[in-house]
């Protein structure tokens, strides 16, 4: 199953060229790839986008899609008589709203809000600097769960219980964003650049957004694209704080419908996919950064 | 990252020869000295606000009989007492380390070796497989959870259907604690092998290709190569993965809650699948017991604390060996 091209390539004809052949920029084994890899590789992919597939087969056939036996796998043409029975079910188009305003919202501003303390704590030396960021890397190892009641009494005395606020204001300190945005400021930033701008009389404000920002503002977009990932399908603490079904996310939308899982499965099925349905049209265009992104912050971290 | 970018300690001793050393002293006012802070302040207040306070609140509720509509009174330790004596928080106990044990090591196996097969060097359709492999991360859990309840289904799911090609009897996932345990550690494992592969493709992708080349000239088979060369040069990428796998199996909820719809906080009579955020959840919000919840969320931090210690020491020990 090797491909043809894959032999044509030096190891066979190795004189024939007089340049040698520009290697691969992408490191790796050298030599051709045995099909098997393809094969195990190309089964994780099925294995990855079956639910989501799945999902949709459900949703585009109906409840009896899951009943027949052998089950179904291919869609059929229901997609949007089980799609209105969602929206006649909750409020669903509030609810792609909600999750939208609230992703949304909490991307750029703490995006902008990590790329600042990403800033100073890669670029700007003052005293406490480390302690300070030993700290920022502390709380990344602690969830933040195991304190929901306490968080929850702090929300209802501050009388945000039911609002959007109480998931958008705590959500804006992140602390995995500061490590990822002072990990690509130290490394892309250039440090001449910086002090060049200090004698030329910049102060600080201006060195962030003037030369600092724009260097790293790919990251701080993958930034971005990762919070709105997470925030738009967190679950527990919307759940807690939000008791109106109008202000629900998708994702407590999904609860609810999941509720008549017994009654109609089509309809948290195609609920489920319709939640995914925005992230996956986001993903294909920016995927390939994603990937990069999270790649690079390994490699970094 | 040396002292270039650190004008003001260095302006402070006398350089009066350098013209733009004198222009750094005018910069160097009072707000350039705050401005650091004021960058990194809106991060502190809020975590101050919605995540110390709550995390040293938290200690503080663990010590009372705390209703949210009732009274508070301080009962010492009672809490704690009641709940190591207590069969439903060991029964959460066992399950959210069943699920983490079923879904971290085979998970972070499936990953290591994926990600040795993406790292070949003439693979076509990269960037395909990488995304591809993506998909899972960007579905949210509680679709997740609601597409796994129907594939394990009991009656109409897809597994029991295979199963029942090979005259297999069906399995009902959520009757016994080791079998809901896989279905839940199934979830978990699929929304985060493929995110865990690309973490290792990244380590891989560091290592410079000589380092291998060498090895084979040496006549290092592969499996000398993995064991030798690419293991030990992935160890903090896989000391970080283990410490975040932890972090959020202690945390598993949605899935429970949503796997079994009828069975609501308990997630089955028998909590067969309640781990400790879901138990937390029902003695904090369900029983409205705010003291007695805050005593597990004291438990799930000295579980974080024990389990980022010995990852640590761990790490730093191998190091030392090596």
């Known amino acids: 199953m090797s491909h043809p091209i894959d032999q044509a390539i030096p190891e066979v004809l190795p004189t024939r060229n007089v340049k040698p052949t520009p290697r691969p920029k992408r490191r790796g084994k050298p030599g051709g790839v045995p099909w098997y890899v393809y094969l195990m590789l190309i089964l994780a992919v099925i294995v990855s986008v079956f639910p989501l597939y799945f999902m949709f087969v459900v949703a585009s056939v109906g409840a009896q899609a899951v009943t027949s036996l052998p089950p179904r796998l291919y869609p059929g043409f229901n997609f949007f008589t089980v799609a209105q029975k969602v929206f006649d079910t909750v409020p669903f188009w509030a609810s792609l709203f909600n999750s939208a305003f609230v992703s949304l919202t909490i991307a750029i501003i703490s995006a902008i809000l990590c790329a600042m303390a990403g800033f100073a704590f890669a670029k700007l030396k003052f005293p406490g600097n480390n302690v300070l960021f030993l700290i920022v890397l502390l709380t990344m190892t602690v969830p933040a769960q195991l304190s929901v009641i306490p968080q929850y009494l702090i929300i209802s005395s501050l009388g945000w219980v039911d609002t959007l606020q109480a998931i958008i204001v705590p959500g804006l300190a992140s602390a995995f964003g500061i490590f990822w945005m002072r990990q690509h400021m130290s490394t892309t930033v250039s440090d001449e650049l910086i002090q060049a701008a200090r004698i030329d009389g910049a102060n600080s404000w201006q060195l962030f957004w003037g030369i600092a920002f724009p260097v790293v503002r790919p990251a701080a977009f993958v930034l971005g694209l990762i919070t709105f990932t997470s925030v738009w399908n967190d679950f527990m603490w919307p759940f807690i704080v939000l008791k109106s079904p109008e202000l629900f996310t998708v994702q407590i939308a999904l609860k609810q419908l999941q509720a008549n899982r017994s009654i109609d499965v089509a309809l948290a099925m195609g609920g489920s996919f319709m939640a995914t349905l925005p992230l996956l049209i986001v993903f294909f265009f920016v995927g390939r950064r994603m990937v990069s992104g999270i790649m690079d912050g390994a490699f970094k971290g | ?322």
């Open chain 2, 1 to 322: 990252m040396s002292t270039a970018t650190a004008p003001s300690r260095r302006t402070e001793r006398p350089a009066r020869k350098d013209p733009a050393n004198t222009t750094i002293r005018i910069r160097n006012s009072l707000t350039e000295r705050i401005a650091p802070y004021a960058y990194i302040a809106p991060f502190f207040i809020i975590f101050l606000i919605f995540g110390l306070f709550p995390l040293l609140f938290t200690f503080y509720v663990s010590l009372f009989s705390w209703n949210p509509i009732g009274e508070q009174t301080f009962i010492g330790l009672a809490n704690f007492e009641r709940l190591f004596q207590d069969p439903r928080f060991w029964n959460a106990f066992v399950n959210t380390f069943g699920i983490f044990l079923l879904s971290t090591i085979p998970q972070l196996l499936l990953a290591l070796g994926l990600a040795h097969l993406l790292n070949h060097a003439r693979l076509k359709w990269a960037n395909f497989f990488r995304m591809a492999l993506l998909v899972p991360y960007i579905t949210s859990v509680a679709a997740t959870a609601i597409v796994f309840a129907q594939i394990f289904d009991k009656n109409f799911g897809l597994i029991n259907w295979f199963l029942g090609l090979f005259g297999l009897p069906h399995i009902n996932f959520l009757a016994t604690n080791v079998s809901s345990w896989f279905l839940i550690s199934a979830m978990v494992m699929w929304r985060w092998f493929g995110y865990n592969t690309l973490l290792y493709l990244a380590g891989l992708q560091s290592l410079p290709r000589e380092v291998f080349e060498a090895a084979s000239v040496d006549g290092a088979s592969g499996w000398q190569q993995f064991r030798y060369i690419t293991l030990p040069a992935l160890r903090p990428i896989i000391v970080f993965t283990v410490i975040m796998s932890t972090i959020g199996g202690l945390q598993i909820f949605t899935e429970p809650l949503l796997v079994a719809p009828e069975s609501g906080i308990t997630c089955g009579a028998g909590r067969q699948c309640q781990t400790l955020a879901l138990f937390l959840y029902e003695q904090g919000f369900g029983q409205f017991e705010f003291g007695y919840g805050s005593a597990i969320g004291v438990v799930l931090f000295v579980i974080v604390v024990v389990v980022s210690l010995i990852n640590f020491f761990l790490s730093t020990r191998t190091r030392k060996a090596r």
